[in-house]
């Protein structure tokens, strides 16, 4: 029975460190650099707030990933973990 919990456990935090990877040109942000790279920038933003076990965002992961890629250069697509980074999100009641 412990090994099943400890599997589970795994399991669990496994899809929880992130639904982008790190070659990705879907920028990862967070409480360290959402104002720097977002806020005081003069590139125009596509904001992703994502929780990594949320279903409708795992299934939507593969399109910003595809967003990201076909505005490469245009503008800058990124994604917060609300999980991990609330008080991001918390100025824009999400």
């Not at 460190?17 to 790190?22: D, E, K, M, R, V």
């Not at 990705?24 to 959402?34: G, H, P, Q």
Request: glycine share 6%; hydrophobic share 45%; aromatic share 14%.
């Amino acid at each position: 029975m412990k090994f099943f919990q400890v599997l589970l456990i795994i399991a669990l935090f496994s899809g929880a460190f992130s639904l982008y990877g790190s070659n990705s040109k879907v920028v990862k942000l967070d409480s360290n650099n959402f104002r720097d790279k977002v806020i005081n920038s003069k590139e125009v933003w596509f904001v992703e707030f994502y929780a990594p076990w949320c279903g409708h965002c795992k299934n939507l992961a593969p399109e910003y990933e595809k967003l990201a890629n076909a505005l490469d250069g245009i503008i800058k697509v990124g994604a917060v973990d609300m999980t991990t980074d609330q008080q991001v999100g918390a100025p824009y009641n999400v």
